[in-house]
């Protein structure tokens, strides 16, 4: 039998955990995982349901092993069981949700997943899946009007006909998403990461004249329609990472004019802009090449850009071929279109030029003229 004075002791204990604030309480559950924050109700009396209301869950691949065991029939089993009991004892609001899906989870477990969080007032939702298994995104997701964060790895991005509007959504994150139909996310978005994507020519309806796009960020992603991008006033941060061999000449020509669409640019990275072409001789390659390159310089030199000012343009970053004379024409229009530029960094391969060809790249560069006064052209290999 408990001591009298031990068992005071525990209720005072008991007591004093009881007492603390439910917001105090919600914010350490917020930095614990989902098997401790279930372990929490047995502290006291008031912990005891708290956890059933929290409104953040995070089911990532550490909670897909903490739950899994060696077989891999038991292993879905004992997940699908696991993530079942906590959404359907959940109470309350679910606000921050994130989920990792392993290895041949059926289909029909996340439908009944996102159809249940759909009514749960979700706001930051992520879903990562861990192989390329032919998932599409459950419908519901385009219920929850709510959302204002949305991050996707590995899924099949396929919006129904008839579905509910993201008019929330600031920030979305698409990686390795192949896109299949028309979407938006709304006018509300700001930020757009899209990587190893396809199919974002179906992101067109996104750019219209009343977007707030802030940032932007394309990388490694397939043929685009640039036509797109006819509406970019708003935009400040803008990087363009590709080495895909389909570059095409319209390209440069729809990124001068993205360039002038863009006023409020602050930030502009352009990555690997390399002309890549496969299966020919190197002869035809080289004079491919060539007669490429000097039809964008010649276009570059044609362009009239005495309306094209970019006031709020601070920072630049160019990776990969900067060497080439298409690209050092561009160097030269940026650095004279940009009064507020402080800071143009240029990454060189070195592999591809010899000692005296990047000695006579810097000196050229060293005397580019600079509308700005305080702007510094930064050269790396």
């Known amino acids: 039998m408990m001591e009298p004075q031990l068992k005071s002791r525990r209720l005072v204990d008991d007591d004093r955990i009881s007492s603390l604030p439910v917001e105090l309480i919600y914010c350490i559950l917020a930095h614990l995982p989902i098997h401790d924050v279930a372990r929490t109700s047995i502290l006291s ?25 060696k077989k891999s029939e038991s292993c879905l089993s004992a997940f699908s069981g696991a993530v079942d009991k906590i959404l359907f004892v959940h109470t309350g609001s679910i606000w921050d949700f994130e989920l990792y899906v392993p290895e041949k989870l059926h289909q029909s477990h996340i439908d009944r997943w996102c159809k249940h969080l759909s009514d749960k007032g979700i706001r930051t939702l992520k879903l990562s899946n861990s192989e390329w298994n032919g998932c599409s995104i459950p419908s519901y997701i385009f219920d929850c009007s709510e959302l204002t964060q949305l991050k ?73 329609d640039w036509r797109c991008f006819n509406y970019t006033n708003t935009l400040e ?16 020509v729809d990124l001068i004019k993205l360039l002038g669409s863009s006023p409020r640019l602050k930030s502009l990275s352009l990555v690997d802009l390399t002309l890549q072409t496969s299966n020919h001789p190197q002869s035809t390659i080289e004079h491919y090449l060539r007669k490429k390159e000097e039809a964008i310089e010649h276009y570059l030199e044609s362009v009239d850009w005495t309306n094209v000012i970019l006031h709020q343009l601070q920072f630049v970053e160019i990776f990969g071929e900067v060497g080439s004379r298409s690209v050092l024409h561009l160097i030269k229009l940026l650095a004279a279109s940009s009064p507020s530029l402080r800071d143009m960094t240029l990454v060189c391969r070195k592999r591809e030029h010899s000692f005296e060809e990047l000695f006579m790249m810097k000196q050229e560069l060293l005397r580019v003229p600079r509308i700005s006064p305080q702007a510094q052209i930064v050269w790396r290999i």
């Open 237 to 252: 941060v803008f990087t363009l990472f590709t080495y895909l061999p389909n570059f095409n000449k319209n390209k440069p």
């Open 152 to 224: 996707l790895s590995k899924w099949f991005l396929s919006p129904p006909h008839k579905s509910g509007c993201f008019s929330n959504l600031i920030e979305v994150s698409l990686v390795d998403v192949v896109i299949t139909s028309e979407i938006s996310f709304g006018n509300q978005l700001q930020k757009l990461y899209l990587l190893r994507c396809r199919g974002i020519q179906h992101l067109s309806c996104q750019f219209t004249n009343n977007n707030n796009l802030r940032r932007l960020d394309i990388s490694r992603c397939d043929t685009m």
């Open 45 to 69: 009396r008031t912990w005891r349901n708290i956890w059933k209301t929290h409104t953040r869950l995070i089911l990532d691949d550490s909670f897909s092993l903490k739950v899994s065991s």
